[in-house]
């Protein structure tokens, strides 16, 4: 029964028009060759020295997305050739024509190939020029690799580090702005160096949460819940969460991580942490305003002496809560020093906050 798969080609008069099967297989080490080519998942063809297609593969009608005529298309099945950088490439300077033409292999040759629905399909091509027992070229075998992937990767590779080189320079401004702040804010530099160094590692725990996993957000739970535990304060105990599973994008979370940073530290030195009887709760939810979905987050104090109601001066902490927060995240803050300790209310847009 007759077979339209393609099929090597061998004349019985001895001419070198087409490679013979006996000399491929001797290059095999004379295993049946045809079998383990039809096999591959690379693309595979084989032309006589001519250049002429006398054998292809599914892999490489897969890749091409046609079939070429044996015998008759030349260099390459591809329906057209593009260089690297887009320019059209003619069949008769693809790698397998230049393998040809000067008899040596060719490694990792990359072309462009167009099939006839219009895609592109990058690859890398490698012709090894065939022979007989006296040396002379009697064709070519060439193996196509599908470079799609990897060149997504690499794209991909590119966009990562595009955002990486971002964020190291955002990261960067926003220690500075940290350090100049607590500079003007600190009255020694024991107070200095104890301040920043706090408020370095608020930062550092925010850009660990987002080096965790880019795309997934910080836990808002996770955030108040760490910066409350680097001051040893005991859940629980000193402080309780309430609130719905909620994700914040990675600027937001910086911003809101150094704002509860300092709530804590001023609960730590003059309230609610500062006191044995003392207790912080913090609690969020999801309102509707006109439409609009909005993010409110209380921190509240209890269990706080009268005598350290209210702040001796307006520092870093003041004006990253009442200015900063409120600029970067287009949101409210409203401070309140009241019998029993400072109650903060923080309210922001949920579309610009939440992951």
Not at 67 to 86: N, V, Y
Not at 99 to 120: F, N, Q, S, V, Y
Not at 138 to 155: C, F, S, Y
Request: charged content about 25%.
């Amino acid at each position: 029964m007759s077979s339209d798969r393609p099929h090597l080609t061998v004349t019985d008069d001895g001419s070198r028009r087409f490679p013979r099967i006996r000399e491929l297989e001797r290059i095999a080490g004379g295993h049946p060759l045809l079998p383990i080519l039809e096999v591959l998942p690379a693309a595979v063809y084989t032309t006589d020295a001519a250049g002429r297609i006398t054998f292809y593969n599914q892999a490489a009608v897969d890749l091409w997305g046609c079939r070429p005529e044996l015998g008759k298309s030349e260099w390459c099945g591809s329906w057209r050739l593009f260089w690297p950088d887009g320019r059209p490439m003619p069949h008769d300077e693809c790698p397998m024509a230049v393998a040809l033409k000067e008899d040596r292999a060719i490694h990792d040759g990359e072309a462009i190939a167009e099939r006839p629905d219009g895609t592109r399909v990058p690859f890398l091509a490698s012709p090894t020029p065939l022979h007989d027992a006296s040396g002379a070229v009697i064709g070519a075998v060439n193996m196509l690799v599908d470079m799609t992937q990897r060149k997504k990767a690499e794209e991909h590779q590119k966009v990562l580090l595009a955002e990486l080189q971002h964020r190291v320079r955002n990261t960067l401004a926003v220690i500075r702005s940290i350090a100049h702040q607590t500079a003007e804010t600190s009255e020694t530099i024991e107070d200095y160096a104890m301040h920043f160094d706090g408020r370095l590692g608020a930062l550092a725990r925010v850009q660990a949460a987002v080096t965790r996993d880019p795309t997934a957000g910080i836990a808002l739970a996770s955030l108040v819940a760490e910066e409350l535990l680097s001051f040893a304060a005991q859940e629980g105990e000193q402080f309780s969460l309430s609130g719905p599973d909620l994700r914040l994008q990675p600027k937001a979370a910086e911003t809101l991580g150094l704002a509860i940073h300092e709530l804590a530290t001023n609960a730590v030195k003059y309230g609610a942490l500062a006191s044995p009887n003392g207790d912080v709760t913090v609690t969020w939810r999801l309102e509707d305003q006109d439409g609009d979905r909005r993010l409110r987050i209380e921190w509240t104090e209890a269990g706080v002496p009268e005598l350290s109601l209210s702040p001796r001066r307006s520092g870093f902490g003041t004006e990253l809560l009442t200015q900063t927060l409120p600029y970067q995240l287009r949101g409210t803050t409203m401070l309140t020093f009241k019998p029993g300790g400072l109650q903060c209310t923080i309210e922001l847009p949920a579309k610009r906050v939440l992951q």
